[in-house]
T-cell receptor, first 115, second 115 residues
Framework: AQSVSQHNHHVILSEAASLELGCNYS??????LFWYVQYPGQHLQLLLK??????LVKGIKGFEAEFIKSKFSFNLRKPSVQWSDTAEYFC?????????????FGTGTRLTIIP | ETGVTQSPTHLIKTRGQQVTLRCSSQ?????VSWYQQALGQGPQFIFQ???????GRGNFPPRFSGLQFPNYSSELNVNALELDDSALYLC??????????????FGQGTRHTVV
């Protein structure tokens, strides 16, 4: 079965700092990869996704992520964070070939941006 | 807004009771998935419905059951409630064939407390 690890449980940064959140998954086959964000009191929103092609994907709000297949990683990055980026971030994987679009999520990283 | 609506938004039940949660999928979507998000955890896959049939199930006991209706809306039923069932329950809809690349859109969830 697939699993997802997010090693940073809580990250605190000042505004304008650069961000990198780690995500590793375990599954030997083909995967789709996602980053979701959950702002306080709001629903899960998709930040970006990787299905195939260019391993560097750009998402909304200036976020990007790089898929490194050899490292089973899909780290999220943003060059300069804003206070409004304060939220919970979840990495998720969909292992293809099981006949459904089940998402396996990591435990999440809480990001706090200090003005 | 994702177009996925869940009801109720909050719910309190007593241990041993039964609960029904509802989800209206985004227009045009044929697949609904349910997730349980315990406090401080990532969402855990409960099951998925595709064109009114169960299409995959996570590691949840049979007292968690579901339905999908011809209009693709869905219900999650939980019998014999336990205290550990207290969680945020998320519904996600997507337009999918089996095993295809797709993106899931989440509702705001039902905050369910068992006392």
């Amino acid at each position: 079965a697939q699993s997802v690890s997010q090693h940073n449980h809580h990250v605190i940064l000042s505004e304008a700092a650069s961000l990198e959140l780690g995500c590793n998954y375990s599954y030997g086959g083909t995967v789709n990869l996602f980053w979701y964000v959950q702002y306080p009191g709001q629903h899960l929103q998709l930040l970006l996704k990787y299905f195939s092609g260019d391993p560097l994907v750009k998402g909304i709000k200036g976020f990007e992520a790089e898929f490194i297949k050899s490292k089973f990683s899909f780290n999220l990055r943003k060059p300069s964070v804003q206070w409004s980026d304060t939220a919970e971030y979840f990495c998720a994987v969909n292992a293809l070939g099981f006949g459904n679009e089940k998402l396996t999520f990591g435990t999440g990283t809480r990001l706090t941006i200090i003005p | 807004e994702t177009g996925v609506t869940q009801s109720p938004t909050h719910l309190i039940k007593t241990r041993g009771q039964q609960v029904t949660l509802r989800c209206s999928s985004q227009s045009g979507h044929n697949t609904v998935s349910w997730y349980q998000q315990a406090l401080g955890q990532g969402p855990q896959f409960i099951f998925q419905y595709y064109r009114e049939e169960e299409n995959g199930r996570g590691n949840f006991p049979p007292r968690f059951s579901g339905l999908q209706f011809p209009n693709y809306s869905s219900e999650l039923n939980v019998n014999a409630l336990e205290l550990d069932d207290s969680a945020l329950y998320l519904c996600a809809s997507s337009l999918a064939g089996r095993g295809s690349n797709t993106e899931a859109f989440f509702g705001q969830g039902t905050r369910h407390t068992v006392v």
